[in-house]
C-alpha cells in the first residue's frame, strides 16, 4: 500500500520555535495592557462628561452648591477657582441623598435685578400674555416713545420722568409688539386693554397705526428688537417685587470637558406658583396690571393721563378730600415701586473676605 512521507515544512525548525515565546509573550502583555487600559479607562467613561468620579450627589452637587453660593453672597465673574479656599463647601457629599440646596430668594433676586433686553425679549415672547398680566409693573408709559402717559398720578408721572426712562418694564409696548399675532386680540383682558389703552389712543393723529402695530405684531429679529428699545433710550428690564405670582425659574450651567464635550446641569428650578391672596401684602404698593385694565373697563376709563375719561378723574373725583391727600403722596396709593438694590461692592468685599478668612481656619484646624 502506497505511503506518503511528511513534507519537511511540517516540521518547526529551531528558528520558528525561538519567534514562538516571543510570540506568546506579546499575546499575554498585550492582554495584559488592555485589561490595565480599561481599569484605567473604566472611571473616565462612567458619565457622560468623562470626569472620573462625577456622580448626580457628589460633584455635580458640590458645583451646583458652589456656583448658588457664589452668584448669592458676591455675585459670579470671571473664572471661577475650584480649589480655591473660598470654595468650600460645608456638606457632606459622599452619602447618595445629597441634594443641590436651592435658593428660591436668589431666583428672585435674578428675576427683580436689571436684565439684559434680549434676554427679556426671548422671554416675552415664549409666554402669552395672560401670563404677562400678572408680572408687569405699575406703568408710566404706553409707548417707547413716551407720547402717551400712563402712571396713575401726576406725581407719579414726574418720577417716573426722572428716574424710569431707562426701564423696559414700565412701558407696555413691549409686550404688545412681542406677542403672538393673535394673543392679544382674543385674550379674555382684549376688551379691557382696548378700553384701558386703545380707545383713546385710536382718536389722537397716528395713534391708529399704532393700535394697528400692536394688535398685529410682527416680531423683528432679536437684535433689530433690541435697537428699537435703545434707540428710545431703552437700557435695561427691572421688574417691581411683587409676591402674589412667583415666576418659575430653571437654572443651569454648562460643563464641557478637554474634548470639548457641552452638557448642562441644572443647579435651580422653582415651580411658577400664585400664592393666596391673604399672603399678597405688595397688592397695597401696586394691585396689578390686571386690576388696573379691569378697574378702567368697568368705569370706562382709560390710563392714558391725556385722556378726557383717564381714571383718576373718573374715579378720583368721588373720593373726597382724605382721598385726594393719600392719593397725591409721594408716588399715589397703589403706585409704590419695590425695586431690589443690589448690594454695595464694599459690602461684597466684606463678605468675600470673611467667608476667605472662615475656611482659612476650617482647613488650618480640621480634626
Not at 180 to 194: I, K
Request: proline letters at 5%.
Amino acid at each position: 500500500m502506497p505511503q506518503v512521507a511528511p513534507h519537511a515544512n511540517l516540521v518547526p525548525t529551531s528558528r520558528q520555535r525561538h519567534y514562538a515565546a516571543p510570540g506568546f509573550a506579546y499575546l499575554v502583555m498585550t492582554a495584559a495592557a488592555t485589561v490595565v487600559y480599561l481599569i484605567v479607562l473604566a472611571p473616565h467613561v462612567s458619565n457622560d462628561l468623562l470626569w472620573a468620579s462625577m456622580n448626580t450627589t457628589g460633584i455635580q452637587t458640590f458645583l451646583g452648591d458652589l456656583y448658588n453660593t457664589k452668584t448669592t453672597t458676591m455675585g459670579l465673574q470671571g473664572t471661577l477657582d475650584l480649589f480655591a479656599l473660598n470654595s468650600v463647601v460645608r456638606k457632606d457629599y459622599s452619602v447618595p441623598s445629597t441634594a443641590i440646596s436651592m435658593r428660591p430668594a436668589a431666583a428672585r433676586a435674578t428675576l427683580l435685578s436689571r436684565l439684559p433686553l434680549v434676554d427679556v425679549i426671548q422671554v416675552m415672547r415664549s409666554a402669552p400674555f395672560s401670563e404677562h398680566t400678572q408680572t408687569i409693573s405699575m406703568l408710566c408709559w404706553a409707548d417707547l416713545t413716551r407720547r402717551y402717559e400712563a402712571a396713575h398720578s401726576a406725581r407719579h408721572q414726574t418720577l417716573c420722568n426722572q428716574r424710569h426712562v431707562a426701564n423696559a418694564a414700565v412701558y407696555v409696548e413691549p409686550f404688545f409688539r412681542n406677542l403672538a399675532p393673535t394673543d392679544l386680540t382674543t385674550s379674555t383682558f382684549w376688551s379691557a386693554v382696548n378700553i384701558s389703552f386703545f380707545a383713546y389712543v385710536r382718536t389722537t393723529p397716528g395713534g391708529a397705526a399704532w393700535v394697528d402695530a400692536m394688535t398685529t405684531p410682527t416680531w423683528l429679529t432679536i437684535a433689530d428688537e433690541v435697537a428699537a428699545w435703545t434707540a428710545h433710550g431703552l437700557a435695561y428690564f427691572q421688574n417691581s417685587l411683587q409676591n402674589y405670582y412667583l415666576e418659575g425659574t430653571d437654572e443651569s450651567i454648562a460643563i464641557i470637558n478637554a474634548l470639548g464635550l457641552r452638557q448642562r446641569i441644572t443647579i435651580s428650578r422653582v415651580t411658577a406658583t400664585n400664592r393666596p391672596k391673604k399672603q399678597w401684602t405688595t397688592s397695597y404698593a401696586f394691585a396689578g396690571f390686571w386690576n388696573d385694565v379691569e378697574a378702567c373697563a368697568w368705569l370706562q376709563a382709560s390710563l392714558i393721563r391725556a385722556a378726557p375719561n383717564h381714571f383718576e378723574t373718573v374715579f378720583g373725583a368721588d373720593g373726597g378730600a382724605s382721598w385726594d391727600f393719600f392719593y397725591e403722596g409721594e408716588s399715589g396709593t397703589q403706585g409704590v415701586y419695590v425695586f431690589l438694590v443690589a448690594p454695595p461692592p464694599s459690602l461684597v468685599s466684606l463678605v468675600t473676605a470673611h467667608q476667605d478668612l472662615m475656611a482659612a481656619m476650617l482647613l488650618s484646624n480640621a480634626r
